[in-house]
Structure formats: C-alpha cells, structure tokens
Nanobody
Framework: VQLQACGGGLVQAGGFLRLSCAAS????????MGWFRQAPGKERESVSA????????YYADSVKGRFTISTDNARDTVYLQMNGLKPEDTAVYYCAAGRSMDYFRGSGYFIRYWGPGTLVTVSS
C-alpha cells in the first residue's frame, strides 16, 4: 500500500483546509484509513479514521464537530475537511492505513502504512 497526502498549508484561525490522501497498491481496500498528527514537541496523536464504505468513522474529541473525514472510492482517496481551524491544530498531518479502526485510537503503534506528512499551520 502506498499513500500520498497533500493539501496542507498556512491558514488563519477560523479558516479551513482539506487534506487528501490517495491510496494505491493491490491490497489497500483491505485497510481502514485515517489521519494522525504530530505537533512540535508533542507526541503523535490520532485525528480521525474511516472505513472505505464510509459507514464507520472515528474522530478525536479535539476535532469533533470541526473535521469531517470522507472517502471517494472512485478515486481511491480519503479526505479530511478541516473547518474552524485553531492554532492548536498546527501539526504535521500523516495519512495512515491500518487493519482495524481500533488502531487509530491510540498513537498509531499498530498502523501498517504511513504516508509522508503534510504541514498544517494555523496562525492566530
């Protein structure tokens, strides 16, 4: 499984960004998808996850009501729409693929595949 993320950038507080993660490889459909983030000086933390049918989603408490994860199966792409961004959302965001949605509730220790990070910077 290969993952390619994009969509990061600099935005003012209250603004929005959409991250995209394109998956490829013959077995990627066997994995649930999601996002982690790591802020400077902090540990990596889970943000959100989804299965490819879109019927099961997970959000960290810190992003509930502001972020929305979705899939486009025709494009093999997962999106993270981030609205109402706050300075504390500043981090490198990593797309990830894991065998279980449960793997996205921790720090990502059991995550199998990682994409390159994309930097999100929210100015106050």
């Amino acid at each position: 499984v290969q993952l390619q993320a994009c969509g990061g950038g600099l935005v003012q507080a209250g603004g929005f960004l959409r991250l995209s993660c394109a998956a490829s490889g013959r077995t990627f459909s066997n994995y649930d998808m999601g996002w982690f983030r790591q802020a400077p000086g902090k540990e990596r933390e889970s943000v959100s996850a989804i299965n490819w049918s879109g019927g099961n989603t997970y959000y960290a408490d810190s992003v509930k009501g502001r972020f929305t994860i979705s899939t486009d199966n025709a494009r093999d792409t997962v999106y993270l729409q981030m609205n109402g961004l706050k300075p504390e959302d500043t981090a490198v965001y990593y797309c990830a693929a894991g065998r279980s949605m449960d793997y996205f509730r921790g720090s990502g220790y059991f995550i199998r595949y990682w994409g390159p990070g994309t930097l999100v910077t929210v100015s106050s």
